[in-house]
Protein backbone atom coordinates (compact mmCIF):
# COMPACT_ATOMS: atom_id res chain seq x y z
CA UNK A 1 0.00 0.00 0.00
CA UNK A 2 1.02 3.27 -0.60
CA UNK A 3 0.63 6.16 2.25
CA UNK A 4 0.46 10.06 1.38
CA UNK A 5 -0.39 12.82 4.21
CA UNK A 6 -1.85 16.20 3.67
CA UNK A 7 -0.86 18.87 6.18
CA UNK A 8 -2.36 22.18 6.04
CA UNK A 9 -3.95 24.68 8.61
CA UNK A 10 -7.46 24.18 9.43
CA UNK A 11 -9.41 25.80 6.67
CA UNK A 12 -7.30 25.15 3.60
CA UNK A 13 -8.71 22.89 1.81
CA UNK A 14 -7.17 19.59 2.96
CA UNK A 15 -10.75 17.56 2.78
CA UNK A 16 -11.73 19.22 -0.39
CA UNK A 17 -8.62 18.13 -2.00
CA UNK A 18 -8.71 14.26 -0.29
CA UNK A 19 -12.53 14.41 -1.45
CA UNK A 20 -11.79 15.17 -5.19
CA UNK A 21 -8.43 12.94 -4.78
CA UNK A 22 -10.39 9.61 -4.62
CA UNK A 23 -12.34 9.88 -7.34
CA UNK A 24 -9.55 10.65 -9.70
CA UNK A 25 -7.37 7.70 -8.15
CA UNK A 26 -10.16 5.41 -7.96
CA UNK A 27 -10.68 6.13 -12.10
CA UNK A 28 -7.21 4.54 -12.38
CA UNK A 29 -8.71 1.79 -10.93
CA UNK A 30 -7.15 2.30 -7.48
CA UNK A 31 -8.75 1.13 -4.15
CA UNK A 32 -8.49 4.41 -1.68
CA UNK A 33 -8.88 4.69 2.15
CA UNK A 34 -8.64 7.78 4.16
CA UNK A 35 -7.70 8.18 8.03
CA UNK A 36 -8.19 11.42 9.59
CA UNK A 37 -7.00 13.10 12.13
CA UNK A 38 -9.99 14.69 14.53
CA UNK A 39 -9.30 17.10 17.16
CA UNK A 40 -12.47 17.30 18.76
CA UNK A 41 -14.82 14.38 20.73
CA UNK A 42 -17.00 13.32 17.46
CA UNK A 43 -19.55 10.32 16.99
CA UNK A 44 -20.73 8.15 14.22
CA UNK A 45 -23.09 6.47 16.53
CA UNK A 46 -27.12 8.05 17.52
CA UNK A 47 -28.73 7.92 20.38
CA UNK A 48 -31.56 4.75 20.25
CA UNK A 49 -29.58 2.96 17.52
CA UNK A 50 -28.75 -0.50 19.00
CA UNK A 51 -25.03 0.35 18.45
CA UNK A 52 -25.18 3.11 20.21
CA UNK A 53 -27.25 1.06 23.59
CA UNK A 54 -24.19 -1.23 23.10
CA UNK A 55 -21.63 1.23 23.89
CA UNK A 56 -23.46 3.26 26.48
CA UNK A 57 -23.71 -0.67 28.35
CA UNK A 58 -20.12 -0.56 28.56
CA UNK A 59 -19.09 -2.37 25.15
CA UNK A 60 -15.49 -1.60 24.65
CA UNK A 61 -15.74 -2.29 20.97
CA UNK A 62 -18.81 -2.63 18.72
CA UNK A 63 -18.45 -3.66 15.00
CA UNK A 64 -21.63 -2.98 12.62
CA UNK A 65 -21.77 -4.95 9.10
CA UNK A 66 -23.89 -5.34 6.34
CA UNK A 67 -23.54 -6.73 3.13
CA UNK A 68 -21.82 -2.90 1.67
CA UNK A 69 -20.56 -1.58 5.25
CA UNK A 70 -18.46 -2.05 8.50
CA UNK A 71 -17.93 0.29 11.16
CA UNK A 72 -15.89 -0.21 14.34
CA UNK A 73 -16.60 1.93 17.14
CA UNK A 74 -13.97 1.46 19.81
CA UNK A 75 -14.78 3.23 23.78
CA UNK A 76 -11.62 4.13 25.30
CA UNK A 77 -11.63 4.02 28.97
CA UNK A 78 -9.00 6.39 29.24
CA UNK A 79 -8.33 9.10 26.62
CA UNK A 80 -5.90 7.25 24.02
CA UNK A 81 -3.59 9.17 21.22
CA UNK A 82 -2.84 6.87 18.62
CA UNK A 83 -0.48 7.11 16.47
CA UNK A 84 -1.06 7.58 12.58
CA UNK A 85 0.84 4.35 12.18
CA UNK A 86 -1.71 2.64 14.73
CA UNK A 87 -4.41 3.42 12.08
CA UNK A 88 -2.80 2.55 9.22
CA UNK A 89 -2.63 -0.81 10.74
CA UNK A 90 -6.27 -0.86 11.14
CA UNK A 91 -6.92 -0.69 7.34
CA UNK A 92 -7.75 -3.48 5.28
CA UNK A 93 -4.64 -5.08 3.38
CA UNK A 94 -5.86 -4.92 0.00
CA UNK A 95 -5.88 -1.09 -0.33
CA UNK A 96 -3.78 0.76 -3.14
CA UNK A 97 -3.65 4.13 -1.18
CA UNK A 98 -4.18 5.66 1.90
CA UNK A 99 -4.55 9.60 2.16
CA UNK A 100 -3.95 10.77 5.60
CA UNK A 101 -5.96 13.82 6.38
CA UNK A 102 -4.10 15.80 9.53
CA UNK A 103 -1.27 14.61 11.52
CA UNK A 104 0.72 17.11 10.70
CA UNK A 105 3.73 16.80 12.48
CA UNK A 106 3.88 12.90 11.51
CA UNK A 107 6.90 11.25 10.12
CA UNK A 108 4.90 10.15 6.82
CA UNK A 109 5.47 11.63 3.22
CA UNK A 110 3.38 14.48 2.98
CA UNK A 111 1.63 17.24 0.78
CA UNK A 112 1.43 20.62 2.16
CA UNK A 113 -1.31 22.30 1.31
CA UNK A 114 -0.68 25.85 1.30
CA UNK A 115 -2.48 29.01 0.72
CA UNK A 116 -1.12 32.57 0.19
CA UNK A 117 -1.55 35.12 3.60
CA UNK A 118 -4.98 36.18 4.21
CA UNK A 119 -7.00 37.57 6.82
CA UNK A 120 -7.41 33.25 8.05
CA UNK A 121 -3.92 32.70 7.45
CA UNK A 122 -1.86 35.72 8.94
CA UNK A 123 1.11 34.83 10.65
CA UNK A 124 0.37 31.11 9.48
CA UNK A 125 4.42 30.28 8.43
CA UNK A 126 4.57 27.36 5.63
CA UNK A 127 5.79 24.04 6.99
CA UNK A 128 7.87 22.91 3.48
CA UNK A 129 10.83 25.08 4.56
CA UNK A 130 11.98 23.12 7.69
CA UNK A 131 9.65 19.86 7.41
CA UNK A 132 11.46 17.42 5.89
CA UNK A 133 8.69 14.86 5.02
CA UNK A 134 7.24 17.34 2.60
CA UNK A 135 7.84 16.31 -0.60
CA UNK A 136 5.15 18.58 -2.59
CA UNK A 137 3.26 21.85 -2.38
CA UNK A 138 -0.16 21.87 -3.24
CA UNK A 139 -1.11 25.06 -3.86
CA UNK A 140 -3.57 27.99 -5.80
CA UNK A 141 -0.73 30.79 -5.48
CA UNK A 142 2.63 29.44 -6.21
CA UNK A 143 4.05 32.52 -7.15
CA UNK A 144 3.58 34.11 -3.24
CA UNK A 145 5.12 30.75 -1.74
CA UNK A 146 7.00 32.41 1.36
CA UNK A 147 10.17 30.01 -0.20
CA UNK A 148 11.57 28.90 -3.29
CA UNK A 149 11.73 25.18 -3.36
CA UNK A 150 12.52 22.55 -5.38
CA UNK A 151 9.98 20.47 -4.39
CA UNK A 152 6.99 20.09 -6.64
CA UNK A 153 4.73 22.71 -6.50
CA UNK A 154 1.55 21.23 -7.68
CA UNK A 155 -2.40 22.91 -8.62
CA UNK A 156 -4.61 22.22 -5.52
CA UNK A 157 -7.35 22.30 -7.96
CA UNK A 158 -6.15 20.13 -10.51
CA UNK A 159 -7.12 16.86 -8.32
CA UNK A 160 -6.26 14.67 -11.87
CA UNK A 161 -3.04 16.22 -11.77
CA UNK A 162 -2.11 15.37 -8.19
CA UNK A 163 -3.48 12.00 -8.56
CA UNK A 164 -1.13 11.31 -11.89
CA UNK A 165 1.56 12.85 -10.01
CA UNK A 166 0.92 10.38 -6.97
CA UNK A 167 0.93 7.40 -9.45
CA UNK A 168 3.60 8.32 -11.49
CA UNK A 169 6.02 8.54 -7.90
CA UNK A 170 4.00 6.04 -5.99
CA UNK A 171 7.51 4.43 -5.25
CA UNK A 172 8.30 6.86 -2.88
CA UNK A 173 4.90 6.56 -0.82
CA UNK A 174 5.43 2.76 -0.79
CA UNK A 175 4.31 2.44 3.41
CA UNK A 176 6.87 0.07 5.32
CA UNK A 177 5.48 -0.43 8.11
CA UNK A 178 8.49 -2.16 10.24
CA UNK A 179 10.09 1.41 9.86
CA UNK A 180 7.96 2.79 11.87
CA UNK A 181 7.75 0.14 15.04
Not at 43 to 64: C, L, Q, S
Not at 87 to 114: N, R
Not at 157 to 173: P, T, Y
Amino acid sequence: MNVVAFAGYSGSGKTTLVESLIPALKLRGLRVSVVKHAHHSFDIDHPGKDTYRHREAGAFEVVAASANRLALIREFEQPTTLSVHHLIAELYDGVDWVLVEGFKDSDLLKIEIWRAPSADYAGKPARYPDDDFVVAIATDSPEQLPQATLRPVLDINDADALAAWLVENQERFVYRPETYA
